[in-house]
């Protein structure tokens, strides 16, 4: 079965770094539709974070970001990256990576359009 594991969380100063990494195996990040990054904050729905195309042609971001935040993907590592920087206390959630084998249309961020999930790191920013 499709397995996503994510690595990388941690806690962290408000101002500082974390790259976020998702290996998957028995998926392939270069097939698909898209893989990306979601977040749950404490009493919070999950929301998009970023995501990218199967081609790593587009990416997309929540417009909250404001760019402090960059997905990646390694296609000969068959890994998902998100790095974050700038970091800030309401980036604190757990993260989760997401895989979209079939593109079924609607916007990037709607958790619906992914079929595969990891278990998720935590992120602290104090």
């Known amino acids: 079965h499709v397995q996503l594991v994510e690595s990388g969380g941690g806690s962290v100063q408000a101002g500082g770094s974390l790259r976020l990494a998702c290996a998957a195996s028995?998926?392939?990040?270069?097939?698909?539709?898209?893989t990306g990054w979601f977040r749950q904050a404490p009493g919070k729905e999950r929301e998009g974070v970023a995501s990218i195309t199967f081609d790593g042609s587009m990416t997309y971001y929540a417009d909250s970001l404001n760019g402090r935040f960059t997905i990646s993907q390694d296609n000969a590592k068959n890994t998902l990256s998100l790095q974050m920087n700038s970091l800030k206390p309401e980036d604190t959630a757990m993260y989760f990576c997401?895989?979209?084998?079939?593109?079924?249309?609607?916007?990037?961020?709607?958790?619906?359009?992914?079929?595969?999930w990891g278990q998720g790191t935590q992120v602290t920013v104090s």
């Open positions: 997401a895989a979209a084998p079939i593109c079924r249309g609607g916007s990037w961020y709607r958790r619906s359009l992914y079929a595969y």
């Open positions: 028995r998926y392939t990040v270069s097939n698909g539709c898209m």
